[in-house]
């Protein structure tokens, strides 16, 4: 074999083994790269547990009873028989201020002279001048008679004077010339209830028609809802008492002298068990309640529950040591008890307090 032969053997025997050796070390690379895949493990996945909302917090319950009136019913085991209701106080009967222009300024634009009159109106109302506000109500109502929004707020001028029968004059010609407010119905109901109380009248029905149809215009009114029921107790018609109680606790489950009020009407119906439910809840709302225990207690006496009707009358006292039917309540159970110095020294503190026993 000639010498380039040989030669050309060799690098065909080197490229051999060459391209040999490569693939091994290829070979090799790529099992240590599959063992390192399969050495690499799935990344374990945490779900954090989900947070439990905190419960909500009961919103703080805030009362606002209005002025309070003795009701009765008849019972044949003592003088305890007084229970109180809720009505409204005429300081409650505030008429919306629409607008507060500045009366130069209505002046210098040539505004109608009975506009400015009423505005001036409202500012002597405002101020709590009612004479000099039912002046300029007066003089504005003298250059436009058919303003029903003069009536209204002389209206209530008079009411704050505590005038109503021309209180119930004037809303009447308002409800003339506009009839679709329903305020309007529910002062005039007012007004006439109040005429009805002073005057011994039976004009307490005029009330309830008023009562009635502003809740026919708006069927939410809460403050219409709340007359018409005392309206309805002084009828003694204790269901439709119970009935308005109901609408008007949907409406304000937080009103402390309804479920006073609803307690007072089963009282009056003598189902004490539902009378007590209700003052219950009165004071679960209102704890300060005074007038609340003073019923409860008498609910207890009637179902001969002494010592209950003994601590809420002692609870009540706490809370106003002035009032007088409490210790008049009291010392007849502490005469019933035997305890008869004690009763004594509270049916004095009664009489001197003007209680009546």
């Not at 009362?63 to 019972?75: A, D, T, Y």
């Not at 309830?208 to 069927?219: G, L, P």
């Not at 009114?221 to 018609?237: E, F, H, K, P």
């Amino acid at each position: 074999m000639s010498r380039q032969g040989i030669i050309l053997l060799i690098a065909v025997i080197s490229a051999v083994i060459l391209i040999t050796v490569l693939c091994g070390i290829l070979f090799t690379c790529k099992k240590e790269e599959v063992a390192q895949v399969e050495q690499i493990e799935e990344p374990e996945i945490t779900v954090e547990a989900e947070e439990e909302e905190p419960p909500l917090e009961e919103p703080e319950i805030i009362s606002q009873p209005r002025v309070s009136h003795q009701v009765s019913r008849p019972s044949s085991l003592s003088g305890l028989n007084r229970l109180r209701g809720m009505g409204v106080l005429v300081s409650e009967i505030d008429p919306v201020n629409f607008e507060n222009p500045d009366l130069d300024v209505l002046k210098q634009m040539g505004a109608d002279p009975y506009l400015i009159s009423y505005f001036a109106g409202e500012k002597f109302y405002r101020n709590s001048d009612y004479d000099r506000a039912i002046l300029e109500y007066t003089a504005s109502l003298n250059r436009y008679s058919e303003f029903p929004q003069g009536y209204i707020s002389r209206g209530n001028a008079w009411m704050k004077k505590r005038e109503f029968s021309r209180a119930v004059d004037d809303y009447t010609q308002a409800i003339k010339l506009d009839g679709k407010k329903a305020e309007v119905y529910n002062y005039r109901g007012f007004a006439r209830a109040e005429l009805s109380a002073r005057n011994k009248l039976n004009g307490m029905n005029l009330a309830i028609e008023d009562y009635t149809r502003a809740i026919s215009i708006n069927q939410k009114y809460v403050d219409a809802l709340i007359n018409r029921s005392y309206a309805y107790y002084q009828t003694g018609d204790f269901t439709r008492v119970i009935e308005d109680c109901d609408r008007i606790i949907a409406l304000e489950p937080a009103n402390a002298v309804i479920w006073n009020r609803r307690g007072s009407a089963w009282y009056a119906k003598e189902d004490d068990d539902k009378a007590i439910a209700d003052f219950s809840q009165a004071i679960k709302l209102k704890s300060d309640y005074a007038t609340a225990w003073h019923n409860r207690a008498n609910a207890w006496y009637n179902k001969r529950e002494l010592d209950k009707a003994l601590a809420d009358l002692n609870r009540c006292l706490a809370i106003n040591p002035s009032f007088a039917d409490a210790y008049a309540s009291r010392g007849k159970i502490f005469q019933l008890m035997g305890n008869n110095e004690s009763a004594a020294a509270d049916f004095d503190s009664a009489q001197r307090l003007g209680g009546k026993f």
